[in-house]
């Protein structure tokens, strides 16, 4: 069975051949991982751990590459180092390395200055912004599902642009503001959406983080006044089309599952078990929702030995995967502390014991 | 009379009414109610935003607003308060550690300190961990809290205690680490004196320090 109808199937609650995987590495592991597997391109790593879907991005336009390089720690985001040593994406946000150089912060936010009628937006059509998508999509189509991203959907490029204290406190004190600034954005993925879409990309990534460890950052009420309606505007495009959607926020949302559930949301990620219980989000939603990632990041994968790993994997497997509606892998990108034999055992217990129909 | 309008603005800061308790304020101080009585009232108001937000009735998008009122509010009363100062209940340096650059969590315990009452001294993100024990000694600090989000963060906590020993300060200075990634565990493992993955728990942790010291 080819990888795409692997995830498909899934994604349609039927049972394929086995539970799809997926998987996102920082670039420090990807090396690892290549000279372990004993292999020269990154492409090679993931058909050798059994990768499924492929993701492809909007980029900065030729001629902000011409000024920029990619940021080692997101490859796909391009920066300019300014003299005052930040760093300056195309939109104007800023970002400062830590100390250890391995995570970055954003300090400084357009829309802290600038009004919001002033303020630019980067255009959409400018050339070299959706050419290598459209390259890998047509090189991927046929053989993996294609996923295109448009994380950051409305909730972070808008606090990314005016801040985040500054943003939680308008969306209280100036709804106004707030519909203005969300509706610009709104209107700015419509279009990147619907250049995916065109090129015929099988899901599209939403994506905005709103749930922390135990609780939400942004109240369900808040959440369902500003972005709802907005995210089901820009589902509409895709799923009109026949393309599937998948939800990212890390930590717990359980509050509003049955709202993404409602305006048509597919594929939920990354269902950190620490936050929310895999196995419960299954039983109460899983033959509406298919359920995407759920190995821990922030435990298992890190500090746990080769067997907790592949324990976690068979647990998830035994009560995830009955049905479909599983799309397995790590809770985020595989971050520099998890040791390679953990990420190996992860993918092979996964291949070995993810057949249908399930027996463990 | 008094007792109603600082009710009032308790109640105002629970509902996030910002524009309504700023009067209130204002018209206490003018009134005549002691600053440190209005500060009361504030600070009980955050006090139950904390409450409804450990019972998951409010967001962290609330416990937000709620800590922005006051910090406006602070400003407002600050002059008067300069004249009666209130003994804090402990002093407590607060950094999330290097290599870690999140700040939510940070601010969360810092909010539910100040309503506490606590004299909290942020050092922000991404702190390297001489600086904690640094500031610990300038400041004559009860209590340090070190927020991590990251599993790959949280091992630099130990660096902290190491500091601390060579201060000669560790038994003077409790520690307390807190954060996503934190685990019971790591009170043994990184040589602490609690570790949390919640933010009240961690407040009541060193509310308890500071009655029994």
Partial sequence: MKPRERVIKAILHEEPDRVPLDGQFRTEQLFNLKRHLGVNEDEEVLIKLGIDLRTVFMEPSNEFKKKAIPLKQYPERWVIKRPDGLLEDEWGIRYSEGATGIYIHWVYHPLQEKDLSEYEFPDIDAEGRFENAEKNV???????????????????????????????????????????????????????????????????????????????????????????????????????????????????????????????????????????????????????????????????????????????????????APEGGLILGPTHKIQIDVPIKNIITLYEVAKKSGKYPIRI | MSKDILNEITNGIVHLEYENVKKLVNSALEKGIKPLDVLEALRRGLEKVGEKFEKQEYFLSELIMAGEIMKDLLNILKPYL????????????????????????????????????????????????????????????????????????????????????????????????????????????????????????????????????
């Avoid at chain 1, 993996?144 to 959907?153: D, G, H, N």
Wanted: proline share 4%.
């Fill in chain 1, 138 to 320: 047509k090189k991927w189509m046929n053989i993996y599902a294609t996923t295109a991203s448009v994380e950051m959907t409305l909730f972070e490029q808008a606090w990314y642009l005016s801040g985040y204290r500054n943003f939680i406190k308008q969306l209280y004190e100036n709804p106004s503001f707030v519909n203005k600034l969300l509706d610009k954005i709104r209107l700015f993925r419509e279009r990147q959406i619907k250049r995916f879409v065109e090129m015929g990309v099988d899901i599209i990534k939403f994506g905005d983080d709103v749930g922390m460890q135990t609780n939400m950052m942004l109240s369900p009420y808040i959440w369902r006044k500003f972005f709802k309606p907005r995210m089901q505007q820009l589902i509409n495009i895709a799923k009109k089309r026949g393309v599937f959607i998948y939800y990212h926020s890390d930590g717990y949302i359980e509050p509003i599952i049955p709202d993404l559930i409602e305006i048509g949301v597919d594929i939920l990620d990354p269902v950190q078990p620490e936050c929310m219980d895999p196995a419960k989000i299954k039983k109460m939603y899983g033959d509406r929702i298919t359920l995407h990632g759920t190995i821990s990041i922030q435990e298992t994968l890190p500090f746990g030995s080769s067997d907790d790993v592949k324990n976690e994997v068979l647990n998830r497997i035994r009560t995830c």
């Fill in chain 2, 82 to 213: 300069l004249s009666e100062n209130p003994k804090a209940k402990g002093k407590i340096v607060l950094g999330t550690i290097l290599g870690d650059l999140h700040d939510i969590g940070k601010d969360i315990i810092k909010t539910l300190l100040i309503s506490s009452g606590f004299e909290v001294y942020d050092l922000g993100i991404d702190v390297p961990p001489e600086q904690f024990v640094e500031k610990a000694k300038e400041v004559d600090a009860d209590i340090i809290g070190i927020s991590a989000l990251l599993s790959t963060t949280v091992p630099t906590t130990a660096e902290v205690i190491k500091y601390l020993e060579k201060a000669k300060l560790r038994k003077k200075v409790k520690v307390i680490i807190g954060g996503a990634a934190v685990r019971k565990e790591h009170i043994k493992k990184y040589g602490v004196d609690a570790a949390v993955n919640d933010a009240m728990e961690g407040l009541n942790i060193i509310k308890a320090w500071m009655e029994t010291k």
